[in-house]
């Protein structure tokens, strides 16, 4: 396979990964709005979760938090992609990140209306960074496990490379949640 050839199947994995993130928001957005019914205490569970944001949260355990669980998610699709299956569990990952983020920016403009946007919009600075990155890594490991000539020395050590760079990037997503997001979310709470 050319090199030519590797990046136009990157740039498919990209935009069939990009299409289930946008697929697994829709999900979650949708989801909720059908089985909102079902979730008759959702709207008092964010309303104490908010009150509580207002009345102070430790950032180093909201960092701490948001920190434990990227690097789980990453290493579940680090480890996938040394195996033919990888591809799969890159993708399902893809689809449960889209449906978290559907689904709590669907709870919070259900519950709040137009003041549960402003509150969704908190975590815009962590989802910047972590988006693009989660997407990237997801394409990457899945294409790298549908290489053949995966297990040779310089192609994992260039996976182990190109992995060590977003855990650097999640680390500093995680530390916007961890202190930018709550900042947002303590003043976006005050005006609900």
């Not at 964010?46 to 949260?57: C, D, M, P």
């Not at 190109?162 to 855990?167: A, G, K, Y």
């Amino acid at each position: 396979m050319t090199e030519a050839e590797r990046d136009i199947g990157l740039k498919v994995i990209i935009a069939v990964f990009a299409f289930m993130l946008a697929g697994g928001v829709a999900c979650g957005s949708v989801y909720l709005m059908r089985h909102a019914s079902g979730y008759g205490g959702l709207e008092g569970y964010l309303s104490e979760f908010l009150k509580n944001t207002v009345s102070g949260v430790d950032k180093y355990d909201v960092f701490k938090s948001a920190l434990k669980s990227n690097l789980i998610m990453l290493a579940v699709i680090f480890a996938a992609g040394f195996f033919r299956i990888g591809f799969i569990v890159a993708g399902v990952c893809i689809l449960r990140k889209g449906f978290i983020m559907g689904f709590t920016a669907a709870s919070f403009v259900k519950c709040f209306g137009i003041k549960g946007m402003a509150v969704s919009l908190a975590y815009l600075p962590g989802l910047a960074l972590i988006i693009p990155a989660f997407l990237v890594f997801c394409s990457v490991s899945g294409s790298f496990s549908l290489k053949k000539d995966r297990l040779q020395k310089k192609i994992i050590f260039s996976y182990i490379f190109f992995t060590i760079i977003i855990i650097t990037i999640f680390c500093a997503a995680s530390f916007l949640e961890g202190y930018l997001t709550t900042t947002f979310m303590t003043k976006f709470a005050a005006l609900l």
